[in-house]
């Protein structure tokens, strides 16, 4: 059986695009892009300028801003803990964030904590947003604000450029984890004010192991680094920056740039599809977030009286999950639903499904068709297992 995947907020299938720009990278052309005393070194060295062009440019910032780093959760450590610790805790000690975000930028603000910040970790209301009077009390002396850009398991879309302008009303510097919004979403950082912001390749069709940080030049952000060596990416991120990754990447990038509007407009549709068939079948199915103001690709479902673990354990043809990748392993329910207001029920009750970039219309009515016969099998049961047991 063909497997229907929709889990593209997990991880993205690499382009076969990509793989075709990355190919020569593994083989005749495997210099060292630090080795620039030769050309074998400078052809690598031109190939990464090339790819931080593009990932620039999807970014809408200047190419030597961008830091490579080994995916969205190393870059938003350098960016929180980087920032923090070359500042030190002097009168501004607050590093403030949401209750919904991602656990390594809630782990990085609370880790702090031990350095002598004081990390504020804001409730967010039912629509994932924090209160702004109550965001504003917590930047009155802060030194960064951190608020992801496009939620990993809701696809709750943020105001970027508000979210800047906040946090820089109360003196502060804006941070934003871009994993599941860069490629998906157009942006412009330079001028909505951003000053750092986190980008995963893998999430845009690109290969696993690469992201980078973009670190605002002017007004300029300074960050301590997390290893000691060589002092590569101007001395922000040590290590030699794997060049066949950063084509990948950039590659992606410049796919991404060029598709955008299409895509997402096509993914959109799917989207729409998906939900309008799966509620036809599934009386009560509930959806988590208005539909507008979220990723193109998102749904965040709860399937009525049943466990979303044993819709998926029912489904083995579609890949989804019952959260983000990064707590999946994790048997309590998803912090970011508790977050939203679900009861522990609702929130076990939760699938994540989403459409990207390889969906096809037949998989949206192949995975209606699969969902709608295994959520009437798992009620069916219930009924029975109720039945027997009165
Ligand atoms: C919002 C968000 N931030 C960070 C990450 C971590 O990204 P990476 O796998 O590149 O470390 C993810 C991946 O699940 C994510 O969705």
Known sequence: MRVIYLDNQATTPCDPRVVEAMLPWFGARFGNPHSVEHGVGREAAEAV???????????????????????????????????????????????????????????????????GFEPVVLPVGPDGRADPARLARALEGALLLSVMAAHNETGLLQDLPALAAT?????????????????????????????????????????????????????????????????QERGLRSGTVPAPLAVGFGEACRIARAEMAAEQARIGALRDRLL????????????????????????????????????????????????????????????VLTALGLDAAEAGATLRLSVGRFTSAGDIEMAIERLGEAYAGLRAEARVACADGA
């Open 167 to 231: 946090a820089h009303a109360a003196g502060a510097r804006f941070h934003t984890d871009l994993a599941q919004a860069a490629g998906k979403v157009s942006l412009a950082l330079g001028d909505w004010g951003v000053d750092l912001a986190s980008v995963s390749a893998h999430k845009l069709y690109g290969p696993k192991g690469i992201g980078a940080l973009f670190v605002r030049r002017r007004p300029r952000v300074r960050l301590a680094p997390l290893f000691s060596g060589g002092g």
């Open 276 to 335: 309008a068939g799966l509620r036809a079948r599934i009386p009560g199915l509930g959806l988590n977030g208005p539909i507008e103001g979220r990723l193109a690709g998102n749904l965040s479902l709860r399937f009525p009286g049943v466990r979303a673990a044993s819709l998926i354990e029912a489904c083995p043809g579609i890949a989804m999950s019952t959260g983000s990748a990064c707590t999946s392993a994790e048997i309590a329910p998803s912090h």
């Open 49 to 115: 300028e090339a790819a931080r062009a593009e990932v620039a440019a999807l970014l809408g910032v200047e190419a030597r801003e961008i830091v490579f780093t080994s995916g969205a959760t190393e870059a938003n450590n350098l960016a929180i803990k980087g920032f923090a610790r070359f500042t030190g805790p002097g009168e501004r000690r607050r590093i403030v964030t949401l209750a919904t975000e991602h656990k390594c930028v809630l782990e990085s603000v609370r880790d702090l904590e031990r350095e």
